[in-house]
T-cell receptor, first 112, second 114 residues
Framework: LAKTTQPISMDSYEGQEVNITCSHN???????ITWYQQFPSQGPRFIIQ???TKVTNEVASLFIPADRKSSTLSLPRVSLSDTAVYYC?????????????FGSGTKLNVKP | NAGVTQTPKFQVLKTGQSMTLQCAQD?????MYWYRQDPGMGLRLIYY???????DKGEVPNGYNVSRLNKREFSLRLESAAPSQTSVYFC?????????????FGPGTRLTVL
């Protein structure tokens, strides 16, 4: 399974766009990139997933360059409620069962 | 739908005691997982069940056993609890064959072993 590297923590202010980058140099051809969000005392929550180029949903955007060795989660106009830990996962979705490993994540602190 | 439910929410054990953490999902998912999360750390996969009737080890299976009782329920057992097993335990489930591996997590069980 591809190992991921993320910054341990980031600070931002309300209303700013936040970009969290994840490195996955050993990503395999069949691997997808998935991001989860975790609030204190709660289980993680799926945010977004992609394979290449750009994926956007109502919560975030995911940018994946052509070499796929990194990815960037973009959160537009963050608010205090976006303070959480964000996990980048890489894993194979080609089989009938999929297992992912969580790293340590990036703790995002949004300030007023 | 309740999603993924876990019982108990909190538990305190003495070293050497045993207990079973219960997990159930009502989303008709095939795959279920048990994770542990130590303070300030990410989640580590203990065991998983790809489908009813199958279980496999994850990253940190030592000291644990699991049972996939039926499609809905996946339990985690500590036969002889140790202080190193003090952690928050999360159960999760995911649909099989989905184009998105979205895992749905329960609220967690906070376990303290004295």
């Amino acid at each position: 399974l591809a190992k991921t590297t993320q910054p341990i923590s980031m600070d931002s202010y309300e209303g700013q766009e936040v970009n969290i980058t994840c490195s996955h140099n050993n990503i395999a051809t069949n691997d997808y990139i998935t991001w989860y969000q975790q609030f204190p005392s709660q289980g993680p929550r799926f945010i977004i997933q992609g394979y290449k180029t750009k994926v956007t949903n109502e919560v975030a955007s995911l940018f994946i360059p052509a070499d796929r060795k990194s990815s960037t989660l973009s959160l537009p106009r963050v608010s205090l409620s976006d303070t959480a830990v964000y996990y980048c996962l890489v894993g194979d979705l080609s089989g009938s069962f999929n297992k992912f490993y969580f790293g340590s994540g990036t703790k995002l602190n949004v300030k007023p | 739908n309740a999603g993924v439910t876990q019982t108990p929410k909190f538990q305190v054990l003495k070293t050497g005691q045993s207990m079973t953490l219960q997990c159930a999902q009502d989303m008709n998912h095939n795959s279920m997982y048990w994770y542990r999360q130590d303070p300030g750390m990410g989640l580590r996969l203990i065991y998983y069940s790809a489908s009813e009737g199958t279980t496999d080890k994850g990253e940190v299976p030592n000291g644990y056993n699991v049972s996939r009782l039926n499609k809905r329920e996946f339990s985690l057992r500590l036969e002889s609890a140790a202080p190193s097993q003090t952690s928050v335990y999360f159960c999760a489930s995911s649909p099989q064959g989905s184009s998105y591996n979205e895992q749905f997590f329960g609220p967690g069980t906070r376990l303290t072993v004295l």
